[in-house]
């Protein structure tokens, strides 16, 4: 079993930055792949970006704008979003996986996530 907790959610200007954190306990966290998908309203949960070991993985929507990393010795993965658009307003959520996918369905772990809101 995985816990996650996310943090870093806030309201900012467009063309802002943020920077997400999510908090990873229980089984080895290097061995998982981690992922930020995010969720505005009426919409689909929708892919963002992946992580596993140093290869990363980018929606176009947020490629040269965001940027994924880890830090496995504090069992944290983070995700910098910068440039912000109104469009990125959404509930970020983080998830792992034995695999770095696009697929939400792949993912077996959640956080609860945390809001993120652009205003023009």
């Known amino acids: 079993q995985v816990q996650l907790v996310e943090s870093g959610g806030g309201l900012v200007q467009a063309g802002g930055s943020l920077r997400l954190s999510c908090a990873a306990s229980?089984?080895?966290?290097?061995?998982?792949?981690m992922g930020w998908f995010r969720q505005a309203p009426e919409k689909e949960r929708e892919f963002v970006a992946a992580?596993?070991?140093?290869?990363?993985v980018y929606a176009d929507s947020v490629k040269g704008r965001f940027t994924i990393s880890r830090d496995n010795a504090k069992n944290t993965v983070y995700l910098q979003m910068n440039s912000l658009k109104p469009e990125d307003t959404a509930v970020y959520y983080c998830a792992a996986a034995r695999y770095a996918t696009t697929a939400a369905s792949e993912y077996d772990y959640w956080g609860q996530g945390t809001q993120v809101t652009v205003s023009s």
């Open positions: 229980g089984r080895t966290f290097s061995n998982y792949a």
């Open positions: 992580i596993r070991s140093v290869s990363t």
